[in-house]
């Protein structure tokens, strides 16, 4: 069975920061390309950030500078590392983990940014 289960999330101040981690089971992770999306009322999920098997990252134009991506193939994790937080950036992250066969998904943890 497949898992990838989120935590980090939580309410804080603008200016402030956040680390996000998702756990990861079932698949394997080390050929697997993660990434973190965020979704807000009506509007589609988008991505934030993502890193590949290879360890090839890319960012969202407004993650650039104030967030990194990170992964631990040996502890199947990935985590987020939020700084400089901004009221916008407030939302669901999700973790996602893409293998050839599918893309799985978390159950997403809110992010609050408090102006």
């Known amino acids: 069975q497949v898992q990838l289960v989120e935590s980090g999330g939580g309410l804080v101040q603008a200016g402030g920061s956040l680390r996000l981690s998702c756990a990861v089971s079932?698949?394997?992770?080390?050929?697997?390309?993660m990434a973190w999306y965020r979704q807000t009322p009506g509007k589609q999920r988008e991505l934030v950030a993502g890193?590949?098997?290879?360890?090839?990252?890319k960012y969202a134009d407004s993650a650039k500078g104030r967030f990194a991506i990170s992964r631990d193939n040996a502890k199947n994790t990935v985590s987020l590392q939020m700084n400089s937080l901004k009221p916008e950036d407030t939302g669901v992250y999700y973790c996602?983990?893409?293998?050839?066969?599918?893309?799985?998904w978390g159950q997403g943890t809110q992010v609050t940014v408090s102006s």
């Open positions: 996602s983990g893409r293998t050839p066969a599918t893309t799985y």
């Open positions: 079932g698949i394997i992770f080390r050929f697997s390309d």
């Open positions: 890193m590949d098997n290879g360890g090839r990252t």
